[in-house]
């Protein structure tokens, strides 16, 4: 059992590996945080910087604690959300998510992708030298958003370590990192966490809803408790989760090849954003599997051997997006095999 009150849910043993760390005051110099979307790796590396800058072991209370929580201390610097043309361009509200210094970003070339680049590690790495006492904390969110040059201006930053700097990565597709990257981290794998974890937590935050809304929420999270929360909490973003799989089960069930497409374009924009629907695909299948077992339809072209195929394919397409191809290539030739 855990001896803090992590801002998480799941993942017990995982954060018992990050309280021996600290209680027995072998803390790494770098810590990768990796796993699926959703499943509170953010939170917990959030918690755990906050941690080993609070005096009263995160106590919540303290000024330090405050500020973390408002990404506004000093020696606590957090790269979430990016300045990019024409989607986010409020630096002040991207200040919430991403406390240093992004105008660069705004000038020409500017901007117009999550990419993070050379640019953005200058600005991101300025902190370090900065004089202050305690650790300094640098969490980073989705790493693999690095490109190449970036990635290997970091490697050198990992390679020799400021003193009392401590760098919490984060990452949703371990693969696409340089090995030499993830060789110099402690890596604290996070999984997906069980249904009855997180039906306990949504009836211990959310005592309004149904039995039924219950079930769905449960459902829909597919073992990611920050989702299971936004969609307990947020009624639109439940009901476009639910119309994104009506549009899954149209792709399958009403095969249209100009749909196919559009869905395609729309859903290449990132490698996130393709991730994601691998992710929900997959999920989608597998239900749509145990369906067809359970209640067969005659004449049905999706047996449960072509829908094993499917998934089959599913895995097919995230190794060649971890080999770089070109994703809305890749997407479309998914579906068009659906």
Not at 48 to 63: K, P, S, V
């Amino acid at each position: 059992m855990t001896k803090f009150n992590w801002p998480t849910t799941g993942n017990e043993n995982r954060l018992l590996e990050l309280e021996n760390d600290f209680e027995s005051k072998r803390i790494s110099h770098a810590y990768l945080f990796s796993g699926p979307m959703e499943v509170g790796k953010l939170t917990a590396a959030k918690f755990f910087g906050q941690l080993l800058i609070c005096r009263n072991q995160g106590c919540r209370e303290c000024e330090d604690c405050k500020l973390i929580r408002a990404n506004t201390h000093p020696n606590f610097t957090l790269v979430d959300e990016l300045w990019i043309e024409g989607v986010n361009e409020d630096l002040e509200t991207l200040a919430r998510k991403s406390n240093f210094n992004q105008s660069h970003r705004t000038k020409n070339p500017k901007a117009k992708t999550d990419t993070i680049r050379i640019d953005d590690l200058r600005e991101i790495l300025a902190r370090v030298n900065q004089t202050s006492e305690g650790w300094k904390v640098f969490m980073i969110h989705n790493i693999e958003r690095m490109n190449r040059e970036a990635a290997n201006f970091f490697l050198k930053t990992l390679e020799e370590p400021p003193k009392n700097t401590i760098f919490l990565l984060t990452t949703n597709n371990q693969p696409l990192l340089l090995p030499t990257i993830v060789s110099r981290c402690r890596v604290i794998n996070f999984g997906n966490v069980n249904p009855t974890t997180i039906d306990i937590m949504l009836r211990d935050k959310f005592s309004n809803l149904t039995e039924e809304e219950l079930n769905r929420v449960v459902n829909f999270s597919m073992g990611k408790p920050i989702r299971a929360i936004r969609l307990a909490e947020n009624s639109t973003a439940f009901r476009e989760f639910k119309e994104y799989f009506e549009k899954l089960k149209n792709l399958v069930e009403k095969p249209n090849i100009a749909e196919k497409l559009a869905f395609a374009e729309k859903v290449s924009v990132n490698n996130m954003e393709v991730q994601k629907f691998l992710e929900n695909f997959t999920y989608f299948l597998r239900s749509f599997m145990l369906t067809r077992a359970r209640q067969p339809v005659a004449n049905s072209r999706y047996t449960p051997r072509k829908l094993v195929e499917l998934i089959r394919q599913l895995d097919s397409t995230r190794g060649l997006i971890e080999r770089n191809v070109n994703l809305r290539l890749t997407v479309e030739n998914l579906l068009l095999n659906i």
